[in-house]
């Protein structure tokens, strides 16, 4: 019998609802007159229920309590936006009641006293049984669910803890047994009506009292520092343990609310997420044309959905990959359907496809995400490397200025500062090039450097993931080698605001806080995947790579940096340089890209980019004599 009431309460129609409405304000009404006229011997009754007064007041109640938006909730969902548009709804109701009674018959035989108590007495017949149904059906949910729900412990008993009960509560599929607080104001209270049961150390005694079968990390806004400390206690329960995602994934649609996530790796790295100037962002992008070369990677896809996302018009997309540049078309069509999406198949090194798509697209911004990136790789493919880095970049940058475009950005690495290997010269090259074509244009040029970018294709995450997932053995370089690390969707917005921040010949890179160890990393990683560094899976150190080297930096030391109107982006000035020296390298280079002739094009990018410090030697024809690169187990035994 209790379901069957439980069951057809949820179909009550928006009619019913209106119907219980109408039936309150009537009875607030009626009886607040009957209480006072009580009071007064020889007070007639007649016509008390229901009179022409009556129909008023329940009319222009009901339009009042429709105009506040209080039909547009549901029973179920009864909250605090309701309560609040039912006492709006009172005051103003009771308030028109008062004008219109004083204008018909200055309020005739209506009492001060009625108004005056009116809003409250409905306030409470019209609150009340939306929160004991709200209450009672919460209670019959959790109840229902309790015999096949997970027991789960929450760490953290802040918003995230509390929204997070009400959705356990709501869906049945989880059933709370209390928080962990580290907070001392905490200690002793209660949240939603469960107790805070102790600290983050108390976390393997909680659970073990507590039958937990689950533990949730419900601190979106975390410090790396201190995920990492609540992971080693989670861990040491050897329980499963999810989190909670943050506002900004959820707004940005990587995540859905409520949603429980695994701990990602970016969660440990101890700095927190930087939040773009969106208004600047979508002042910039919206109702714009823009292209995208090398859309279909991990830098470019993520970059067409972010300009989907913030208002452009038209989207653009240059890849030589057939099933990257389909997998981002399909993915933009299915969730962006009023972007147009063009698709633009071939190299973006040839200047007849560039012009195409110049005419096409007619872009108000080009991002210019096209390039080859793997260290290891390019130290034995200097020509690819020129040809695709260097000579593309000039490609793209010149269909840019004969079209008028706004904006050009190149996506550059923090390699390009000081660089030892191919990849930072080539990408220090193309950074010249882009200042020499920039002097006296009206298109403005625009320089962004990242650190490694977490999860990009061929990066070092997906690569130990892999490893992990094998069993192991995890290979790292160096124990001290260190880097700066970004994410995707990080990556993008900066280069978004580096747009909107408009800035001629700029070069922006962003505040990415300390440097981290690789071997961290690593051993984070193997934690996240439930287990032990060292004993579950083993590291090895393998040397550095051809190419690589202990510590990148961010800006050259002629580089002047200062800040933006971004907290956490920085601003370098641009070297000096003569645009024609680097012009005719590029032309050299184009001319010995034909032949092939490695040699000569390594003589070429040394000259033009002094800083240039190669750890391999290219004198020798076919040949790469790395003259850094010794294993680590190896440099530790000559020293020993």
């Known amino acids: 019998m209790r379901r069957f009431y439980v069951n057809w309460l949820n179909l009550l129609p928006k009619s019913s609802v209106i119907a219980h409405d109408l039936f309150m304000v009537w009875l607030v009404w009626t009886g607040l007159n009957f209480v006072r006229l009580t009071n007064y011997s020889g007070a007639s009754l007649d016509n008390l229920w229901f009179n022409g007064t009556v129909v008023y007041v329940v009319a222009v109640q009901m339009i009042v309590l429709w105009a506040v938006g209080l039909y547009r909730g549901l029973w179920r969902f009864a909250s605090m936006p309701d309560f609040a548009n039912i006492v709006k709804g009172s005051v103003i109701g009771v308030l028109l009641i008062a004008m219109g009674l004083v204008l018909y018959n200055r309020l005739g035989t209506t009492s001060r006293i009625v108004l005056l108590c009116y809003p409250f007495a409905l306030t409470a017949f019209l609150g009340t049984p939306r929160l004991f149904y709200r209450a009672y059906k919460d209670h019959y949910t959790t109840q229902a669910a309790n015999a096949n729900a997970v027991r789960t412990l929450i760490v953290g008993a802040g918003n995230a803890g509390d929204a997070l009960v009400r959705d356990m509560r709501r869906f049945g599929t989880y059933v709370p047994v209390g928080f ?39 601190m979106p806004s975390v410090s790396g520092e201190g995920m990492q400390k609540i992971l080693a206690a989670c861990e040491a329960t050897g329980l499963p343990f999810r989190t909670v995602p943050n506002l900004e994934d959820v707004l940005e649609g990587r995540s859905l609310p409520g949603e429980l996530k695994e701990v990602a790796i970016e969660d440990l790295l101890g700095r927190q997420p930087i939040m773009p100037d969106w208004n600047a962002i979508r002042g910039w992008l919206g109702g714009r044309s823009v292209l995208v070369t090398g859309g279909g990677g991990s830098i470019g896809s993520e970059l067409c959905r972010q300009c989907a996302r913030n208002g452009a018009i038209r989207i653009a997309i240059v890849e030589l990959d057939e099933l990257a540049m389909i997998t981002i078309c399909s993915q933009l069509a299915r969730e962006f359907p009023h972007v147009e999406v063009m698709q633009l198949l071939g190299n973006c090194g040839d200047p007849a496809l560039m012009e195409h798509a110049m005419n096409k697209a007619r872009p108000d911004a080009v991002f210019h995400a096209a390039a080859y990136k793997q260290v290891p790789l390019l130290e034995t493919h200097l020509r690819e490397a020129i040809r695709n880095n260097v000579l593309a970049t000039e490609t793209v940058a010149r269909a840019c200025l004969e079209a008028k475009v706004t904006n050009f950005v190149l996506v550059s690495t923090d390699k390009a500062v000081d660089p030892v290997n191919v990849l930072g010269a080539s990408k220090r090259l193309a950074e010249m090039s882009c200042q020499a074509l920039a002097k006296g244009q009206s298109t403005r040029f625009t320089t962004v450097r990242f650190g490694n970018v977490l999860d990009s294709a061929g990066s070092v995450v997906p690569t130990f993931r892999e490893q992990i997932r094998r069993g192991g053995p995890v290979t790292v370089t160096d124990p001290d080698v260190t880097r700066y690390f970004m994410t995707i969707p990080e990556a993008c917005q900066l280069i978004l605001q580096a747009m909107a921040l408009g800035q001629q010949e700029a070069i922006f890179t962003l505040d990415m806080g300390e440097a981290v160890p ?37 800006f050259h030391s002629d580089e002047n940096y200062r800040s933006t109107s971004h907290p956490k982006i920085l601003q370098a000035l641009p070297r000096e340089l003569q645009p024609s020296d680097v012009l005719k390298a590029l032309d050299s280079m184009r001319v010995e890209v034909s032949k092939y002739d490695e040699n000569r094009l390594a003589e070429l990018l040394t000259a033009t980019v002094p800083e240039f410090r190669p750890q391999a030697d290219y004198s020798k024809p076919g040949r790469r004599d790395y003259v850094t690169v010794v294993p680590f187990e190896a440099r530790r035994a000559r020293k020993t």
């Open 518 to 554: 690789i071997r961290l990393l690593a051993e984070q990683m193997i934690r996240l995947a439930g287990k032990t560094p060292g004993k579950d899976v083993s590291i090895v150190y393998t040397g550095l790579r051809p190419g690589e080297k202990l510590h990148e930096t961010l």
């Open 180 to 218: 962990l607080d580290d907070s001392p104001r905490m200690r002793g209270a209660k949240v939603q009506g469960l107790p805070i049961l102790g600290t983050v150390a108390d976390l393997t005694t909680v659970a073990r009292e507590t039958a937990t079968k689950l533990i949730v990390i419900a």
